[in-house]
């Protein structure tokens, strides 16, 4: 089985354009999480959805920030205007909705806003 | 809210080692999943091991098992016979049954396997 695919691996921009992380879930898994890892903050959840409606978006930073989930295997986050400290590494992981079941990550986005 | 610890920044041992990375973390739930994730250089997030805190019984893969203390909320990682490919870091997460599945993490720690 294919894994969480997360595109593109790096992103590289300059301040104030819109960049958008792309991530398809692993086929059957209901329940999708937006991580961003920084040294600082290290690994933070930044919203999750289950069965395409966001749940809990509490982790989003500002309303810069926007995710969505169109569908079952295909959901983004959007940056709308990037600042530099929005760089980090943005990892999009998946899983079965119950508990004991783990989330798979995909190989994130290593974004840098120059 | 749930609070994870990871005490040690950095560790190194040598190669065929046995090595113990720690983890405390802060709940009042009773019912809750704790996992062991590694991050090699590649940058993946791979799950190592996992425990259920209605279990008892210590969790174990392989040369990967853990010491799970639930009256002194403690999860340490054990690795046996460490291998070079284990060189990564190594991250202990919290989530409670029920509800948000959301993964809290501890700040990581560092383990570098030594030739």
């Known amino acids: 089985d294919a894994g969480v695919i997360q595109s593109p691996r790096h992103e590289v921009t300059e301040m104030g354009q819109e960049v958008t992380l792309r991530c398809k879930p692993i086929s059957g898994h209901n329940s999708l999480f937006w991580y961003r890892q920084t040294m600082m903050r290290g690994l933070e959840l930044l919203i999750y959805f289950n069965n395409n409606v966001p749940i809990d978006d509490s982790g989003m930073p500002e309303d810069r920030f926007s995710a969505k989930m169109p569908n079952a295997s295909f959901s983004t986050l959007k940056i709308q205007p990037s600042e530099p400290r929005d760089s980090a590494v943005y990892f999009c992981?998946?899983?079965?909705?119950?508990?004991?079941?783990?989330?798979?990550f995909g190989d994130g986005t290593r974004l840098s806003i120059l | 809210a749930q609070t994870v610890t990871q005490s040690q920044p950095e560790m190194s041992v040598q190669e065929a080692e046995t090595v113990t990375l720690s983890c405390t973390y802060d709940?009042?739930?009773?019912?809750?999943?704790l996992f062991w994730y590694k991050q090699p250089p590649s940058r993946q997030m791979i799950l190592v091991i996992r425990q259920e805190a209605y279990k008892q019984q210590n969790a174990t893969e392989n040369r990967f098992s853990v010491n799970f203390q639930k009256a002194a909320k403690s999860f340490s990682l054990k690795i046996s016979d460490s291998q070079l490919g284990d060189t990564a870091m190594y991250f202990c997460a919290f989530m409670k049954h029920g509800g948000a599945q959301k993964l809290v993490f501890g700040q990581g720690t560092r383990l570098t396997i030594n030739p």
């Open positions: 992981a998946s899983s079965y909705e119950s508990g004991n079941q783990p989330q798979h």
């Open positions: 709940t009042s739930e009773n019912n809750y999943y």
